[in-house]
T-cell receptor, first 110, second 113 residues
Framework: GENVEQHPSTLSVQEGDSAVIKCTYSDSASNYFPWYKQELGKRPQLIIDIRSNVGEKKDQRIAVTLNKTAKHFSLHITETQPEDSAVYFCAVYNTDKLIFGTGTRLQVFP | EAGVAQSPRYKIIEKRQSVAFWCNPISGHATLYWYQQILGQGPKLLIQFQNNGVVDDSQLPKDRFSAERLKGVDSTLKIQPAKLEDSAVYLC???????????FGPGTRLTVT
C-alpha cells in the first residue's frame, strides 16, 4: 500500500521567515495531495491542495510544489506569522482514500 | 453552510465498556469518513461510506468496532468492548465525492481507563 513520510516532525522559525515541509510517497498512481492545518484541540482544515497534473499552486503566502518523478511534494509558507503555529499534515489520495503523514509541528516565534 | 457535527465531544469510559459516537455530515455530502487520531499522529482512516454503502473498512478492527450509515446521512461508530489503546480523538469527515476536500467535524475525544 501507499506509504507517506513527512519531515521535519518539528520546525521552529522566526516571524517573517519561510517554512518548508516535505512529504514523500511511494505509489506513482496517487493523484491528489492536500495539506491540512490543525491547531491545538481543533479539527484539521484544508489549506491548499494540488493534483497530479499540476506542478505548483499558490494561495497568498502558501504554496505547494509537486515532483511526480521523485514522488515528493512540499508546503511552503512565506512571511510566517505567529498564527501560522499549528500542526501541518500532508495527505496522499490513493485507492479511494486519504493517507495522512505523521505531521509537522510548526512554531513561529515573534 | 453548517459544518460536520459530532457528539459527544468528550467521553471517558472504563476498558471493556461500550461507547458510540454520532456524526451528521454536511448536507448533500455523499461521502462520509471516520478517522482515528492518536495523540501526536495523523488521522488514520477507519471506514469510508459512499451514501450508505461501505467503500473501505480495511483498517477497522472489526472484532470490536462497527459503523453504520443508515439512509445515507447520519452515521454512528461503536466500540465494544473498548481497550486502553482505543484512547484517541475520533474524527468524522464528509465530502461531496471522492478526491475532493474533506471537511472535518470537531471530533470526539475518547479516554479509556
Amino acid at each position: 500500500g501507499e506509504n507517506v513520510e513527512q519531515h521535519p516532525s518539528t520546525l521552529s522559525v522566526q516571524e517573517g521567515d519561510s517554512a518548508v515541509i516535505k512529504c514523500t510517497y511511494s505509489d506513482s498512481a496517487s493523484n491528489y495531495f492536500p495539506w491540512y492545518k490543525q491547531e491545538l484541540g481543533k479539527r484539521p482544515q484544508l489549506i491548499i491542495d494540488i493534483r497530479s497534473n499540476v506542478g505548483e499552486k499558490k494561495d497568498q503566502r502558501i504554496a505547494v510544489t509537486l515532483n511526480k518523478t521523485a514522488k515528493h511534494f512540499s508546503l511552503h509558507i512565506t512571511e510566517t506569522q505567529p498564527e501560522d503555529s499549528a500542526v501541518y499534515f500532508c495527505a496522499v489520495y490513493n485507492t479511494d482514500k486519504l493517507i495522512f503523514g505523521t505531521g509537522t509541528r510548526l512554531q513561529v516565534f515573534p | 453552510e453548517a459544518g460536520v457535527a459530532q457528539s459527544p465531544r468528550y467521553k471517558i469510559i472504563e476498558k471493556r465498556q461500550s461507547v458510540a459516537f454520532w456524526c451528521n455530515p454536511i448536507s448533500g455530502h455523499a461521502t462520509l469518513y471516520w478517522y482515528q487520531q492518536i495523540l501526536g499522529q495523523g488521522p488514520k482512516l477507519l471506514i469510508q461510506f459512499q451514501n450508505n454503502g461501505v467503500v473501505d473498512d480495511s483498517q477497522l478492527p472489526k472484532d470490536r468496532f462497527s459503523a453504520e450509515r443508515l439512509k445515507g446521512v447520519d452515521s454512528t461508530l461503536k466500540i465494544q468492548p473498548a481497550k486502553l489503546e482505543d484512547s484517541a480523538v475520533y474524527l468524522c469527515a464528509s465530502s461531496l465525492d471522492f478526491v475532493v476536500e474533506q471537511y472535518f467535524g470537531p471530533g470526539t475525544r475518547l479516554t479509556v481507563t
